[in-house]
């Protein structure tokens, strides 16, 4: 049965299609369901005899699997491209591999093109498009009757448009078919009510052979240039604190919900096998630790998506659209801060269960970005986010700030590059700091920690 957002978005995108348009921009709220609505809908057009196949693409193996066993399910079929299935799930590094033949046959059929978290492509002329956006356009036209996007953040961290999107004038805002918030799926119950606790310091030492100086808050430590964000998620005290809060919490909701799980997204394979020592040393606590290089990847994703296992760690894995419902608990601990990736990993917390417990708590520090995106989290599209630049160039700045499972392109696209480099910043930041303390000797001390909790939506 789908939920009562799902079936407005299949009956608006069916009009639209019936009705002679060819594309549609849909909006959810990440952990709503844009898949099954995107599946229902491909089974209304294959029933309407309006498409002959399905093509679905999505910026990680994780997702695109979990697209196939989706569609596989309600068009009660396989679906992976063989001779007899409706359709094939894929992903977009894997654009540049497939050969010409394949959209060249396709062409000759009714075909449905389904674009999920379509914010990765980007571009809408020459001078900005990524390499997934040149290759979107591409096959549209080469090969889509209908086109589907899906996404739960319609933006860019670097502003260039996302491809296949309307942008109105003069003032340049994204322009959807259909749009469902955080704030209706929190009061449809379709989410959980997000919970967000900073974690501040009022007192942290730092001293070096020429300075002595005490910061009250994350924020003033950070602002002095003595350290950067990624020391902070590093140091020892700061760490044992926030994963001890989040233990507790996720202590309390097991006891009403015992298959309850937590998440810990790191910077860094290093950092991850950090906190894992922490985890089991300190708190007597296990985990899973999944990474961009961790062999079979999905599996161990699956196995603890399956179990009753307390905490997954996470080193560019789970972010979007990975659907693990049980998990309650997020401790955010990334490098990246950016609004996108930080809804994005808020979003793998909120999906909703048939358990009477549904908290949800996301714990990260007070550092001043994170802070204003958790402040503004009630805001479906934040006014910083929801223009696009005329003058940006695509590749100014890393706009791959997200999700992707680099072992699915061996070539490797740039942004994925950079990606990657961005996770493992921190590692070599701290190799750095090691050489300079040499000469150099620093000395950091977290102490005196505090808490803010954001509630969100407290009034629906």
Same mark, same amino acid.
């Given at each position: 049965m789908l939920r009562a957002w799902q079936q407005q978005c299949v009956k608006l995108a069916?009009?639209?299609?019936?009705?002679?348009?060819?594309?549609?921009?849909?909006?959810?709220?990440p952990g709503a369901g844009k898949t099954i609505m995107a599946a229902s809908l491909a089974k209304k057009l294959l029933d309407k005899e309006m498409?002959?196949?399905?093509?679905?693409?999505?910026?990680?193996?994780?997702?695109?699997?979990?697209?196939?066993?989706?569609?596989?399910?309600y068009l009660e079929c396989?679906?992976?491209?063989?001779?007899?299935?409706?359709?094939?799930?894929?992903?977009?590094?894997?654009?540049?591999?497939?050969?010409?033949?394949?959209?060249?046959?396709?062409?000759?059929?009714?075909?449905?093109?389904?674009?999920?978290?379509?914010?990765?492509?980007g571009g809408d002329k020459d001078d900005n498009y990524n390499a997934w956006g040149y290759h979107t356009l591409a096959i549209v036209q080469k090969a889509a009757t209908?086109?589907?996007?899906?996404?739960?953040?319609?933006?860019?961290?670097?502003?260039t448009p996302v491809v296949l999107a309307t942008y109105s004038d003069p003032d340049g805002r994204i322009v959807c078919d259909y749009q469902y918030p955080l704030s209706q799926a929190v009061q449809d119950q379709v989410c959980r009510r997000p919970k967000i606790a900073l974690i501040d310091c009022e007192k942290t030492i730092f001293s070096d052979s020429k300075n002595?100086?005490?910061?009250?808050?994350?924020?003033?430590?950070?602002?002095?240039?003595?350290?950067?964000?990624?020391?902070?998620i590093k140091n020892i005290d700061a760490l044992s604190h926030i994963l001890e809060e989040s233990v507790n919490r996720l202590t309390l909701i097991r006891k009403s919900n015992k298959r309850a799980g937590g998440l810990i997204v790191a910077s860094s394979i290093k950092h991850a096998n950090q906190i894992?020592?922490?985890?089991?040393?300190?708190f007597n606590q296990s985990a899973n630790v999944v990474t961009y290089k961790t062999p079979d990847a999905q599996s161990v994703i699956q196995c603890f998506?399956?179990?009753?296992?307390?905490?997954?760690?996470?080193?560019?894995?789970?972010?979007?659209?990975?659907?693990?419902?049980?998990?309650?608990?997020?401790?955010?601990?990334?490098?990246?801060?950016?609004?996108?990736?930080?809804?994005?990993?808020?979003?793998?917390?909120?999906?909703?269960?048939?358990?009477?417990?549904q908290e949800a708590w996301l714990y990260t520090f007070a550092e001043a970005k994170l802070l204003?995106?958790?402040?503004?989290?009630?805001?479906?599209?934040?006014?910083?986010?929801?223009?696009?630049?005329? +003058?940006?160039?695509?590749?100014? $700045?890393? #706009?791959?700030?997200? &999700?992707?499972?680099?072992? /699915? %392109?061996? @070539?490797?696209?740039?942004?994925?590059? +950079?990606?990657?480099?961005?996770? $493992?910043? #921190?590692?070599?930041? &701290?190799?750095?700091?090691? /050489? %300079?303390? @040499?000469?150099?000797?620093?000395?950091l001390c977290l102490d005196e920690f505090n808490q803010r909790v954001i509630e969100a939506f407290r009034c629906i």
């Open positions: 069916y009009n639209k299609y019936k009705s002679g348009g060819s594309h549609f921009l849909a909006q959810a709220t498409i002959d196949f399905i093509v679905c693409f999505s910026p990680s193996k994780t997702i695109s699997n979990g697209i196939e066993k989706t569609f596989s399910k396989k679906f992976k491209g063989q001779i007899g299935d409706r359709g094939i799930s894929l992903t977009y590094q894997s654009l540049r591999s497939v050969n010409t033949e394949f959209w060249d046959t396709l062409a000759n059929y009714r075909v449905l093109c389904v674009f999920d978290e379509i914010h990765h492509c209908y086109t589907l996007a899906l996404t739960g953040t319609p933006w860019r961290s670097n502003q002595h100086e005490v910061f009250s808050s994350i924020h003033e430590l950070v602002s002095s240039g003595h350290v950067g964000y990624s020391d902070v894992a020592q922490i985890l089991s040393e300190r998506r399956n179990s009753s296992r307390s905490w997954i760690i996470s080193v560019g894995m789970i972010s979007e659209g990975t659907d693990i419902p049980r998990l309650q608990v997020c401790c955010y601990l990334s490098n990246i801060k950016t609004e996108l990736y930080f809804r994005q990993v808020l979003g793998r917390i909120l999906r909703t269960t048939a358990d009477s417990h204003q995106f958790a402040e503004q989290i009630e805001i479906d599209i934040p006014e910083s986010c929801t223009c696009i630049s005329k +003058n940006t160039r695509g590749n100014q $700045e890393l #706009s791959g700030l997200t &999700e992707k499972d680099p072992r /699915s %392109d061996p @070539k490797g696209e740039k942004e994925l590059m +950079n990606e990657t480099l961005a996770w $493992e910043t #921190s590692a070599r930041n &701290e190799t750095l700091l090691k /050489s %300079d303390n @040499k000469t150099m000797p620093q000395h």
